[in-house]
Every structure is written in C-alpha cells, then in structure tokens.
C-alpha cells in the first residue's frame, strides 16, 4: 500500500536514507528542510520539498496536512542559551501541528536515556519530548531510542591530529552502546511502513564496546592501533568544547552528559531490555568510513 509520509530533518544523516528507503518502495514522501537550496536535491530524489521551520506551527501542520505518518526529530541548535527548553519547544510544536493535521501515526526520534528526567545532558530534552507527546490521544507513537551516533567520533579528529589522543569526561572503561545513522533510517522505516499501536519505544543499537576498545579500533583504521583513550577533568572537557566553538550553555550540557555516559546511567533501561535485535553495522565497519575522513581532513 502506498503510503503519504512526511519526514523533518532535511537530507542529514537519519532523514536522507530513510527517505530512499520509503521513495523506493513507492510510498509519497514529503521532505521538510528550512533551506531553500536543498529543494532540488530532495526533488532528484523522488520527493516533494516543504521549506520552511520546524518552529513554524502554521507551516508544520500543512506539512502535516493529509499524511498518513510523519517521522519528527528536532534539528540541532548551537545558538540558543537555554538548549532543554528549545527541545521542548520543539516537541510542544509537533504536538500542535499534529493535532492541527489529524496525522496518527508517528516515529520521533528520541535518544537512549530518554527514560530520564534529568541529569542527561540534552537527552533531557528529548525526555520532555516523549512527555509532551504522550499527551496526544488517538495517535500512536513510536518513540526511536538509539545508541550514541558513530558519527560524533569524528569531533575527536581534531584532538588526535592535536595532542594524539582521543578523550572526553568518562573513562576509557565505560561501555557504550552505539549506533549508525543508517540503522537509525532503516529501523524507522520499518516502523512507519508496519502497523503499531498506542505509545511505545524501540531502541535502535548496533554495538557496545568499552571505550578503550574504541579507540584501539578507530586507531587501528588509521594506523594507530595503540591509540589512548584519556578521561579528562569535566573543566577540561568544559574548555576544550569552548575552544572548538561551543557557547557555554551548549558546553555545559555536554559536559552532563558525560558525566551521565561515565556512570553508565543512560544505558540501564536497555539493559533491562528482554528481547533485542541488534542493527547491522559495526564499530568495526564504520572504522572504515573513520578513516576515510581523517585522510581527507589531512
């Protein structure tokens, strides 16, 4: 059955593939981005383009209007001072377009930790989010739980080049469970093309590996196989960030996120997880596409 599905997110790394996974098989997709340039290209695809904001109500509910399921996610913002509540705004502005429209089925984007209120980090607001949407009636909700995103190892590029480490505020014992944007896609479109009812959440996890491993495999992708993972003090981590370009309010949630990674906190409700299908791409295949930035970033 061909189905109207609505995507927010552009062309980034989740919305792209997962809008060509839906264009090819036949759905009518709809690809929200606020840049006009990117209408051509979301065009060559097999889509139709609707620019304009996701902080736009009017604009997001006739994007909405007549879809049979809308994929949400909130766009990251560097420049706010308060980056809880622009979360939240966000979700309060889904809420509202998605009475607005009627659309009733819908796959948010959420984040593994999402089960706690505070002390996360910005996943606090993507908490809040869930909250917010849970309020609708008559709409069902898959709320998408991924790991940490392969990808943002690449913001660690800059401190091997540096000072030949990697780092952060948790210690290379830590456990992570991560995730590639192209699981995220393929996992979200499953859900939107499938059948599933009420309020419920899936995580989307590709591998777990402690964070000394890490570092040893996307060492190893660049001829670096004793690359070191350091833990650094939170007021280092704090600085660093600074100095890449981050404000201070943006800084200082990452920081908390740290500190909440390092405890192991954000993963406890996966653990508990009884049944689980793992995603398909590894820590050991993205090494491949690691080490194809870092060569090209020389």
């Known amino acids: 059955m061909i189905m109207k599905i609505t995507i927010t997110g552009s062309l980034g790394k989740i919305s792209k593939p997962l809008a060509e996974i839906l264009i090819k098989n036949a759905n009518d997709v709809t690809i929200i981005s606020n840049d006009p340039k990117k209408a ?3 065009e060559s695809l097999g889509a139709k383009a609707a620019i304009g904001s996701v902080a736009d109500i009017r604009f997001l509910t006739q994007a909405f209007q007549g879809a049979d399921a809308a994929y949400t996610m909130v766009p990251p913002n560097w420049k706010v001072p308060d980056y809880r509540k622009y979360i939240a705004q966000i979700g309060e502005n ?34 809040d989010v869930e909250q917010i949407l849970n309020t609708l009636d008559n709409v069902d909700i898959k709320y998408l739980r991924p790991g940490l995103f392969y990808v943002n190892f690449f913001f660690d590029i800059g401190t091997i080049r540096k000072i030949g480490v990697m780092g952060n505020n948790y210690s290379g014992k830590t456990k992570l469970l991560m995730t590639h944007p192209r699981d995220i896609a393929a996992a979200a479109a ?50 660093g960030m600074k100095a890449a370009g981050m404000s201070e309010a943006i800084a200082k949630v990452y920081v908390e996120m740290g500190r909440a990674i390092d405890s192991e906190i954000l993963f406890e409700d996966f653990h508990r997880q009884e049944k689980f299908d793992w995603g398909s791409t590894k820590l050991t295949d993205f090494a491949n596409e690691f080490a194809a930035v870092y060569k090209s970033l020389k």
């Open 94 to 127: 889904y809420l509202q377009a998605i009475q607005a429209s009627g659309v009733k089925r819908v796959v948010n984007l959420s984040s593994i930790g999402a089960h706690l209120s505070g002390g996360t980090g910005p996943i606090a607001g993507l908490y």
């Open 190 to 239: 499953q859900e939107l093309q499938g059948s599933f009812k009420g309020k419920s959440h899936r995580y989307v996890v590709s591998d777990e590996r402690d964070v000394a491993e890490v570092a040893r495999i996307l060492g190893t992708s660049i001829g670096n196989p004793e690359l070191p993972w350091v833990q650094f003090s939170d007021d280092d981590t704090f600085a």
């Open 40 to 42: 051509k290209e979301i």
